[in-house]
């Protein structure tokens, strides 16, 4: 009798091991360059010994609480499949708010306005930039992050989804120069340095979690530098921390801004923040 381990003793296994179904079946069709739908007709298809072996590898690292965006090298955002390694974050459901929150300005609020140009501040994948320029294909995105290696991947990003997007090197609004804008977005690094939901994220890069100290310091370098690279009128828009709201419209009120409002994640909690600069 063959007694190989099959399809349906390898995901056994990974819910043994504490992984979810989903992800177990996701990787294993990744392995096997099967649609998971062919592994619940095949349950009982062997596996060679080399896949055996990347299976056990894939296995521990996800047992791990390594990402399945890593291990499969991609996520989904709002409809787009973005390549994602570990010199980016993996993109959230909760930045879909931001971009959701800049589409409706740039359909709405600016929409009279004869360009809309658009900067997405430490684009990381480029999931903002990329997303709102095939949205709104009119637009004239910049994107910039102090990581090379983070921009190599929003440009290969930007190219397989065919969005033209101007990117630059340098942290925060250095790296735009003197350049003034309609629209501006960034998904900082806004955890606490003590903050405890930091061991769970070992895997992800740790300069585009958190700053250090409270927090804050990204977006108050963000707020701070901000009028000065926005025309009257303009928008600028952040992630931040469930519990850093109100700091953030303290900011934004100190630095001049009006309108200026926050949008809940879909728990509930405080998310984003943004205001109109006057």
Same mark, same amino acid.
């Given at each position: 009798?063959?007694? *190989? ?13 504490? #992984? ?11 392995? &096997? ?48 499949? &973005? ?5 980016? /974050? #993996?993109?959230?459901? *909760? ?9 409706? @300005? /740039? ?9 809309? $140009?658009? +900067? ?10 990329? +997303? ?8 004239? #995105? ?16 930007? %190219? ?15 790296? /735009? ?7 501006? /977005? ?14 769970? @994220?070992?895997? *992800?890069?740790?300069? +585009? &979690? ?8 990204? &977006? ?8 000065? %690279? ?17 700091? #953030? ?9 009006? *309108?200026?409002?926050? $949008? ?13 600069? $006057?």
């Amino acid at each position: 009798m063959n007694d *190989e381990p099959r399809v349906a003793d390898l995901l056994a296994q990974a819910r043994a091991a504490g #992984v979810d179904r989903l992800d177990a079946q996701l990787l294993l069709a990744r392995l &096997l360059a099967r649609p998971r739908t062919w592994l619940l007709a095949h349950d009982d298809a062997a596996l060679d010994p080399t896949q055996l072996s990347a299976w056990s590898s894939l296995l521990a690292r996800r047992a791990a609480g390594e990402p399945l965006a890593y291990l499969l090298g991609e996520k989904e955002f709002r409809g787009l499949l &973005l390549r994602v390694n570990t010199d980016v /974050l #993996v993109p959230r459901p *909760e930045t879909e708010i931001l971009v959701d929150w800049a589409i409706e @300005l /740039l359909n709405g609020a600016l929409r009279d306005r004869s360009a809309h $140009r658009v +900067a997405d501040l430490g684009t990381g994948s480029g999931a903002i930039a990329i +997303a709102i320029k095939h949205t709104c294909s009119a637009a004239q #995105v910049s994107a910039t992050d102090a990581s090379a290696a983070a921009l190599d991947v929003a440009r290969a990003n930007a %190219h397989e989804l065919g969005t033209s997007i101007s990117f630059a090197a340098g942290s925060w609004w250095e790296a /735009l120069g003197d350049a003034r804008f309609d629209l501006v /977005l960034s998904n900082p690094p806004y955890v606490a340095a003590a903050d405890p939901h930091l061991a769970a @994220l070992c895997h *992800e890069p740790r300069a +585009a &979690l958190t700053p250090g100290g409270d927090g804050l310091d990204a &977006l108050r370098q963000i707020i701070a530098g901000a009028p000065d %690279h926005l025309t009257p009128g303009a928008w600028l828009l952040v992630e931040h921390g469930y519990d850093q709201a109100h700091a #953030v419209q303290a900011l934004l009120a100190t630095h001049g801004f009006g *309108e200026i409002a926050t $949008r809940a994640d879909l728990a509930g909690q405080p998310r984003c923040t943004g205001g109109c600069h $006057r």
